[in-house]
C-alpha cells in the first residue's frame, strides 16, 4: 500500500488565555504523519497531547503555524467545512466513550451515517459490520448504561469506523479501561489499522498502548522530544 | 431538518419524565386555550342568534326622535305608521307602572303586531286569550315583580295627553328567552290595545325590519341593520375575550417556561453531549437546530397527547353544554342556560401555531448560547 502523508503540522503553536496572559501549551511543533501509521503521542498530562489532538481534529484551531490534515488547512477552515471534514473523514474515540445516553449501541454508531445522508439500508450494514469489527452485535439494541466500560469503549470504536474514515483520532483510550479491556480494545484498533488500513493517533501515558505502537513521539512541555519509529 | 426531528423525537423520549412532565403541562394549555375560546365562540353564536331571533330580526327601523337606550324620548319617541308596510312590524314603547303586591314597578308597555313572526316572541297568545287585558313577560320580570302565568296586577299609564289611567292587566303567559333586553321590565301587549288606551293611534316607535323595504317611504325614520344592532354585544363578548386570554396567556407562559427552564438545564447539563455531537461531524448550526426542534416537539407531542383527553372532552362538552350559574344570567347580556362551545377550524389551528410557534422561539432563545460554546470545553462536560 502506497503511504501519503495525511497530516503536516510545520512551526505549530497553541497558546491559551491564562489569568489575562497568553500561556503557550504547543511551541512549535514539526510532525508528519502517513497514512495507515499506528502512533501515539506520548506525554505526561500537561504536555499538550489532548490539545494537539483536538486542533488535528479540528475542533481547535492554532495560534501559528500550518495544519494541514487530509490536504485541508485547518486554520482555514470555517465551521461548516470543519464539521465535514470530521464527518466524513476523522473517527475520535474518547476517554469517558462520550457515547449518547438515549441512544441504543446500533444508533450511536449509525449516528455519523445520518450526518452523511446514506440510506436506511446503507446504515443498516455499515453499522451491523463495525459491530462486527467490535465484537458488539448481539448488543445492538441495548443503551449504553447496559454496557461495561469495554463494551462502550468498543462501541465507540465501532462508532469511530462505521464511516471508514482516513484517520481515528483516540484520546487516552484505555485511560477507564482494566488491563484485559484495554489489551482487546487496543487488539482490536491494531486489527482494524492492519486490515483497513486506517491511521490511528493516540494520545496516551499509559505503558499497555505503547506496546502496540508502530511510532512514538513524545511530548513534553508543548514541545516534541523524541519521535521514535518500530518496525510494525 | 429531517434529521433534526428524527434525532429530536429520540432525544425526548430518552428523557422520558422530563419530557412527560412538560408535555402534560403544554398539553393542559392546549386544551384549556380551545376550551375556553370555544365557549366563548358558542356564546357570541348562541347570543348573536337569540338576539336576531328574539329582538333585532334584520335591523331596526326607528323613529327619529326616539333613542331606545335614552327613556326621556319614549314621550316623544313616535309618529305615525307611513302606509305600505310591507313586511315591517310595528312597536310601539310606552312608560306605565306596575303595582306587583303594593310596590310600585317602572316599565315598558310594548305593543307588538300580534299577528308578527319575525320574532319568537309568543304573541299569538294575545290573539287567543279571553281575558279583557292580556300581557305576556319574560322569565326575569316575572322573577323580580313575583309574577307567575294568571296572575293580576294593577297598570298604570298615562295617555297621549298626560291623563293618568290605570287598569288591571293578567300575565297570560310568561315566556322563557336568553335575550334581557327584551324581558327586564318589560310588558308586551297588542299594539292596538295600546293604541285605545293611550290614544295614540296607528303610532309607532319603531320596526322589525323582516326583508327589505323601501327606505324612501321612511324619511323621518332611521335604519340600523341586525350587524350594527349587534355591535355592542360583539364589542362586549371581544372584551370578555380578551380578559379571558390573560388566563390562557397565564398557563401558556407556565408550559413555556417550563420548555425555557428545560432548555437551559438541556444546554448546561448536556455539553459532553454537544461537544461529542461536533466532533462526529455536526455543525454548530445543526445543533442550534436539534435543541431548538426538541422544543417545538414538545408542542407537537402535546398536540397529540392533549388530542387524546381533550378530543373525548370536547366531544362531551359539545353534546352537554357548559351551564351557566343563574347569577352569571343577570348580567343583562343574552346568556343562555347552557351554553354550547363551538369548534371552528380557526381557533384550533391558531392555537396550535400559537403555541407551536412559541414553544420554537422559547427553546430557541437559549439555544443560541450553543454557537458560541467550545466544543473542545463542552466535549470535556466544562460549563461554560
Redo the contacts between chains.
Keep these: 500500500m502506497k503511504k501519503e502523508t495525511i497530516i503536516k503540522l510545520k512551526n505549530l503553536t497553541k497558546n491559551y488565555p491564562v489569568a489575562g496572559r497568553d500561556f503557550p501549551v504547543l511551541k512549535g511543533i514539526n510532525l508528519s504523519i502517513n497514512s495507515s501509521e499506528f502512533l501515539g503521542i506520548i506525554g505526561p498530562s500537561g504536555s499538550g497531547k489532548t490539545t494537539l489532538l483536538n486542533i488535528i481534529g479540528s475542533l481547535d484551531k492554532p495560534t501559528n503555524g500550518e495544519v494541514n490534515v487530509l490536504n485541508k488547512e485547518i486554520k482555514s477552515l470555517n465551521h461548516k467545512d470543519a464539521a465535514e471534514l470530521r464527518n466524513f473523514h476523522i473517527g475520535f474515540i474518547f476517554q469517558v466513550f462520550n457515547l449518547l445516553p438515549v441512544y441504543t449501541v446500533f444508533e450511536n454508531v449509525e449516528f455519523a451515517l445520518l450526518l452523511q445522508k446514506n440510506t436506511t439500508k446503507q446504515r443498516k450494514n455499515a453499522v451491523m459490520e463495525a459491530l462486527e469489527w467490535v465484537g458488539l452485535t448481539e448488543h445492538a439494541n441495548k443503551k449504553p448504561d447496559k454496557l461495561s466500560g469495554g463494551e462502550s469503549q468498543r462501541v465507540a470504536i465501532a462508532r469511530a469506523m462505521v464511516k471508514s474514515p482516513k484517520l481515528v483520532l483516540a484520546d487516552e483510550p484505555t485511560a477507564n479501561l482494566d488491563a484485559e479491556n484495554a489489551h482487546a480494545i487496543l487488539k482490536t484498533m491494531k486489527k482494524l489499522n492492519k486490515e483497513l488500513g486506517t491511521t490511528f493517533l493516540f494520545s496516551t501515558h499509559d505503558e499497555k498502548v505503547m506496546g502496540y505502537l508502530d511510532r512514538k513521539i513524545f511530548l513534553r512541555d508543548g514541545i516534541v522530544e523524541k519521535d521514535e519509529k518500530y518496525k510494525s | 431538518m429531517k434529521?433534526e426531528f428524527?434525532?429530536a423525537f429520540?432525544?425526548l423520549?430518552?428523557?422520558r419524565l422530563r419530557t412527560l412532565l412538560n408535555v402534560l403541562v403544554l398539553s393542559f394549555s392546549f386544551v384549556i386555550i380551545i376550551f375556553l375560546n370555544s365557549i366563548m365562540d358558542g356564546w357570541d353564536q348562541q347570543a348573536q342568534k337569540d338576539s336576531i331571533e328574539w329582538e333585532f330580526g334584520e335591523g331596526h327601523l326607528i323613529y327619529e326622535k326616539y333613542d331606545p337606550l335614552d327613556p326621556y324620548t319614549i314621550l316623544e319617541g313616535h309618529s305615525k305608521i307611513p302606509l305600505n308596510l310591507n313586511g315591517l312590524t310595528p312597536i310601539l314603547d310606552h312608560q306605565a307602572f306596575i303595582y306587583p303586591q303594593g310596590r310600585m314597578m317602572s316599565v315598558v308597555l310594548k305593543g307588538i303586531d300580534i299577528r308578527q313572526s319575525v320574532l319568537k316572541i309568543p304573541t299569538h297568545i294575545l290573539k287567543q286569550s279571553k281575558e279583557s287585558f292580556p300581557v305576556i313577560i319574560g322569565k326575569r320580570l316575572a322573577e323580580s315583580a313575583k309574577l307567575n302565568k294568571g296572575d293580576k296586577v294593577q297598570l298604570r299609564w298615562r295617555d297621549a295627553k298626560g291623563t293618568y289611567d290605570a287598569n288591571t292587566i293578567t300575565i297570560i303567559d310568561i315566556f322563557d328567552s336568553n335575550v334581557p333586553n327584551i324581558d327586564n321590565g318589560k310588558i308586551w301587549i297588542d299594539i292596538n290595545k295600546l293604541w285605545q288606551i293611550t290614544g295614540l293611534e296607528n303610532q309607532a316607535s319603531y320596526f322589525i325590519v323582516k326583508d327589505d323595504f323601501n327606505k324612501a317611504a321612511f324619511p323621518y325614520w332611521k335604519f340600523k341593520s341586525k350587524e350594527s344592532l349587534l355591535k355592542n354585544l360583539k364589542e362586549l363578548i371581544d372584551q370578555k375575550k380578551a380578559g379571558q386570554s390573560f388566563i390562557y396567556g397565564l398557563l401558556l407562559a407556565i408550559a413555556l417556561l417550563a420548555i425555557f427552564d428545560t432548555q437551559i438545564l438541556s444546554i448546561f447539563r448536556r455539553q459532553?453531549?454537544i461537544?461529542?455531537y461536533?466532533?462526529?461531524?455536526?455543525?454548530?448550526?445543526?445543533v442550534v437546530r436539534l435543541f431548538t426542534v426538541e422544543g417545538s416537539v414538545y408542542s407537537i407531542l402535546a398536540l397529540l397527547v392533549g388530542s387524546i383527553y381533550g378530543v373525548p372532552f370536547f366531544i362531551y362538552m359539545a353534546k352537554s353544554g357548559f351551564p351557566i350559574p343563574p347569577a352569571d344570567q343577570k348580567m343583562g347580556i343574552a346568556l343562555a342556560d347552557v351554553i354550547y362551545p363551538v369548534y371552528g377550524l380557526k381557533l384550533i389551528f391558531s392555537t396550535i401555531l400559537t403555541v407551536i410557534i412559541s414553544a420554537t422561539i422559547v427553546s430557541y432563545l437559549p439555544a443560541r448560547k450553543i454557537a458560541k460554546l467550545n466544543?473542545?470545553l463542552a466535549?470535556k462536560g466544562k460549563k461554560q
Excluded: C
Design positions: 434529521l428524527q434525532l429520540k432525544n423520549f430518552g428523557a459532553k453531549e461537544g461529542t461536533i466532533a462526529l461531524g455536526m455543525t454548530r448550526l445543526k466544543p473542545v466535549l
